[in-house]
């Protein structure tokens, strides 16, 4: 149900990762959200969770999620894919009607390109939640959340992990997969930079991290970090559209240079985080 990249997109060199261009065709509900997304469905009869180059956060929340959500891929991470979606002016128009008025009296959505995160499946027919309890958590996989530990070490992700829960609708006894989402405060959010700090980029509910037992518990995310090279990272980074970023191109392009030399940094990332007075890996001995 979750897609994975293929393994054929992710190559050595400056192949990168393939960013679908869709037009949006129906707007279908409003998410919760400090960026105020929203769920659109698109002509490739995908259903996008769409962030607005106007969002009330900021603009490079888009590049952050471009860029990550990129990355991401290249490791492999169980997380949505990115895509560029195109809102016609028709619906941008109706976005901004009375209908769905915003409280700051700013417009929505300017027609143009936005950034849409890939919902897994048709929305009448996967459950999707933000919250599982304990005894349901615990029945999860729960690798993604050590990779995506390592990833927002390496991107300095500067929110708390984000994902949400899948599952089909018709299988009520079936299992649920997690879905990294919501990577727009990485590279510390608008500051792009790399603040790093011990206690950063945990996921809250602690029990994910019951069964890291060392380094290797961590893989196989940390060795493809450090495997990656120069050219997959400038590629992701020229992916993102001009016009998210205007007088910001050279900073979003400076990027790239720290997350080369920081992927051979993050085994100490997260040795840092076990010693810290956080003591998050309790079975790390
Ligand atoms: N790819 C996705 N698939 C399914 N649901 C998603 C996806 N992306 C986002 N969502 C849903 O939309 C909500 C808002 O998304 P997101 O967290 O990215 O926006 P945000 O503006 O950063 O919100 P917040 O300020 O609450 O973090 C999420 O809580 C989740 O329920
Ligand atoms: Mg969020």
Known sequence: MVEHIDAKHVQAGRTAVEVGRRRAVELIRPMRGGSRPWLVRCDDENYYIVKFQNNPQHIRVLANEMLAGQLAQLIQLPAAKPALVEMPSALAGRLNSPLFPREDGCERCVPGIHYGSLFPGDPASVFVTDFLPDRLLRKVNL???????????????????????????????????????????????????????????????????????????????????EALDRGQLEACAEAIPREWCRSDLQDLFRLVEPLFLRRVKVRQFVIDAKNSELRPFPNWV
């Open 143 to 225: 690798l993604p959340f050590l990779g995506a530990f390592v990833f927002d070490k390496w991107t300095c992700n500067c929110d708390g992990r984000q994902v949400v829960f899948v599952r089909s609708l018709a299988d009520e006894n079936g299992g649920y997969e997690v879905l990294l989402i919501d990577q727009g405060f990485c590279f510390n959010d608008g500051d792009w930079g790399f603040p790093d700090g011990p206690a950063r980029s945990f996921f809250p509910r602690r029990l994910v991290y019951e069964g890291v037992r060392g380094l290797e518990s961590f893989e196989p995310f940390l060795s493809r970090i």
